[in-house]
């Protein structure tokens, strides 16, 4: 199974983007997946997840309100939309898959990470 990040660029603040990630291979619906994202010399944070059918859904506090996260079951993709984007926003956004059904904001429960997408946000 892999997974594909994409949507990423160059927004001014205020703008919009949407991220989406593919799964591909042998995949599994049943899994929780996750946003995260890393600023050049910041650890990496969680941004939201969503669980295995979408109906929880859970938000770092410093994008609630402005991102949004779903994901289509029968495409085997996951989607972050991102509203009101702030020079803070930037940062590579990486996409995962949970060990569990519900999402969770830990690191160590994503067994599976794609590679990433550039989000810069200029003021």
């Known amino acids: 199974v892999q997974l594909q990040a994409s949507g990423g660029g160059l927004v001014q603040a205020g703008g919009s983007l949407r991220l989406s990630c593919a799964a591909s291979?042998?995949?599994?619906?049943?899994?929780?997946m996750g946003w995260f994202r890393q600023a050049p010399g910041k650890e990496r944070e969680f941004v939201a997840g969503?669980?295995?059918?979408?109906?929880?859904?859970r938000y770092a506090d410093s994008v609630k309100g402005r991102f949004t996260i779903s994901r289509d079951r029968i495409k085997n993709t996951v989607y972050l939309q991102m509203g009101s984007l702030k020079p803070d926003d930037t940062a590579v956004y990486l996409c995962?898959?949970?060990?569990?059904?519900?999402?969770?904001?830990?690191?160590?429960?994503?067994?599976?990470w794609g590679q990433g997408t550039l989000v810069t946000v200029s003021s």
């Open positions: 995962a898959r949970g060990l569990r059904s519900h999402p969770s904001a830990e690191r160590h429960e994503y067994n599976l």
């Open positions: 291979g042998r995949t599994s619906s049943n899994n929780a």
């Open positions: 969503i669980s295995w059918n979408g109906g929880t859904t």
